[in-house]
T-cell receptor, first 112, second 114 residues
C-alpha cells in the first residue's frame, strides 16, 4: 500500500554538523513529496515540496532529492543551527487520494 | 492576518464529558482537515471537508463528529471523552482537494482527559 517510512526517531547534533534524515516511500502512483517541520508549540509547516517534474527541492538551507529508483526522499542540510531543533516529517501526497501520508517524524535536537 | 486559528489552546476535562474545538481559516481555502497527534508525535488524519462536504472519514470512533457552518470554519465535537482521546488536535486547510496541495496548520488544541 501507500506509505512513508522514517526510521530515525531522534537525531542529536551539534551546531554546524551535517544533517541527514532518511525517508523512503511506497506507492504505485506518481508521488508528490513534502518535508514538513514542526517547532515546539506550533503546527507543522511546509519546508519543501518536490514533484516528479522537479525532483529536487531547496529551502532555508535544506534540500531533498526525489529518487525514483530507490524510492527515497532524504533531507539534508550542510550546517545545522540550534534554531533548527524541531520535528521533521516526510510526507507523501497522491493525486488520486485526498489526504497526505505523514511519516512518523524525526525529532532533531541541535546542541550549542 | 491570514492563517489557521484554533480555540482553545488547552482543555482539561474528565472522562465522559463532551468537548468542542473550534477552527477558522482566513486563507480563503476550500478544504479543511482535522488531525490527531499523539504523545509520540504521530499524526493521524481524522476528517477532511471540501466546501462543507465530508470527503474523508478515517476510522475514528463515532463519538467524534466534525461540524462545518461554512468553508472557513470546521469544528470538532467529542461526545463522552475517553482517556485515549488525550492528544493534540490539529486543524489544517488547503487550496485544493487532493494530495498535491500544501496544507496550512493551526497551532493545535491540547486535550487532557483525566
Amino acid at each position: 500500500g501507500d506509505s512513508v517510512t522514517q526510521m530515525q526517531g531522534q537525531v542529536t547534533l551539534s551546531e554546524d554538523d551535517f544533517l541527514f534524515i532518511n525517508c523512503t516511500y511506497s506507492t504505485t502512483w506518481y508521488p508528490t513529496l513534502f518535508w514538513y517541520v514542526q517547532y515546539p508549540g506550533e503546527g507543522p509547516q511546509l519546508l519543501l515540496k518536490v514533484t516528479t517534474a522537479n525532483n529536487k527541492g531547496i529551502s532555508r538551507g535544506f534540500e531533498a532529492t526525489y529518487d525514483k529508483g530507490t524510492t527515497s526522499f532524504h533531507l539534508q542540510k550542510a550546517s545545522v543551527q540550534e534554531s533548527d531543533s524541531a520535528v521533521y516529517y516526510c510526507v507523501l501526497g497522491l493525486s488520486n487520494y485526498n489526504v497526505l501520508y505523514f511519516g512518523s517524524g524525526t525529532k532533531l535536537t541541535v546542541e550549542p | 492576518e491570514t492563517a489557521v486559528f484554533q480555540t482553545p489552546n488547552y482543555h482539561v476535562t474528565q472522562v465522559g464529558n463532551e468537548v468542542s474545538f473550534n477552527c477558522k481559516q482566513t486563507l480563503g481555502h476550500d478544504t479543511m482537515y482535522w488531525y490527531k497527534q499523539d504523545s509520540k508525535k504521530l499524526l493521524k488524519i481524522m476528517f477532511s471537508y471540501n466546501n462543507k462536504q465530508l470527503i474523508v472519514n478515517e476510522t475514528v470512533p463515532r463519538r467524534f463528529s466534525p461540524q462545518s457552518s461554512d468553508k472557513a470554519h470546521l469544528n470538532l465535537r467529542i461526545k463522552s471523552v475517553e482517556p485515549e482521546d488525550s492528544a493534540v488536535y490539529l486543524c489544517a486547510s488547503s487550496t485544493g482537494l487532493g494530495g498535491l496541495y500544501e496544507q496550512y496548520f493551526g497551532p493545535g488544541t491540547r486535550l487532557t482527559v483525566l
